[in-house]
């Protein structure tokens, strides 16, 4: 099943037969903060948030199988709408929460500053032409957000998008020693991911890590250590 708003571009999908799996490769690749955590860190402990909820993908697979504290920002209600309604997108509860706001304001929340372990930015408008918010600023306010062991995938994609511009604010915000990024998917999007605190683990302690994901979760991870790599400065 796949989510439009109005127009060609899709926004996100559901296998029907497994609706909490994460079908697209760049879907995956966002999870590549697990490569950073260690491999008895207590996950329910942590608190996940996605800016932008596309077809609830991330934030079902954080709030389910990873068991995460969870909260996705979404700006249109009928977004949230549809995901409720036709993407199995849980009621809130405790654990998961799903908020109509502007994603910009809303991180600058002081609730939020330090708290985050893991942030997913993914914010397209109906165009998907390029990133909604993609200034300094920005990653600056998400910087602010992230736990010292915190990391922010973000998904750079779009035909107006420019992924060099987009990574030289990243690593403005976070320092070029915190910046990886992925080649790109066959579709065309780069998932880049950026450390609250520099580490630069050794191949082998990335790849044990790395088949540890693959066989508790079913993720492609000992393929992402091969296309992933830290930007160079």
């Keep these: 099943r796949y989510l439009h708003l109005g127009t060609p571009w899709v926004q996100g999908s559901m296998r029907l037969t497994d609706p909490y799996m994460l079908d697209w490769e760049y879907v995956q690749r966002m999870v590549a903060w697990l490569l950073f955590t260690p491999a008895d860190e207590d996950l329910t402990a942590l608190q996940a948030v996605q800016l932008g909820l596309g077809a609830a993908a991330l934030t079902k697979f954080h709030y389910k199988t990873l068991g995460m504290r969870t909260t996705a920002i979404e700006i249109n209600p009928q977004v949230i709408a549809a995901c409720r309604g036709w993407f199995k997108l849980p009621p ?6 799903v908020l109509q706001a ?13 708290a985050v372990h893991a942030l997913q930015v993914d914010l397209y408008d109906h165009e998907a032409a ?7 600023p920005f990653y600056n306010h998400c910087h602010r957000l992230l736990t010292p062991e915190g990391c922010m995938t973000v998904n750079l994609f779009g035909r107006a998008s420019s992924f060099e511009r987009s990574v030289e604010k990243i690593s ?8 990886w990024a992925f080649k790109p998917t066959r579709e065309g999007n780069t998932v880049v991911l950026a450390q609250r605190t520099p580490l630069r683990p050794k191949r082998e302690v990335m790849m044990a890590r790395a088949e540890m994901i693959e066989a508790r979760w079913g993720l492609p991870a000992t ?11």
């Design 130 to 136: 390029a990133p909604v918010l993609d200034s300094l």
């Design 223 to 233: 393929k992402w250590v091969r296309v992933f790599k830290p930007m160079p400065k």
């Design 92 to 97: 809130d509860n405790e654990r998961l929460q």
């Design 172 to 179: 403005a915000a976070f320092g070029a020693d915190a910046v």
């Design 102 to 114: 502007d994603a910009g304001e809303a991180i600058r929340h002081p609730d939020w500053q330090g």
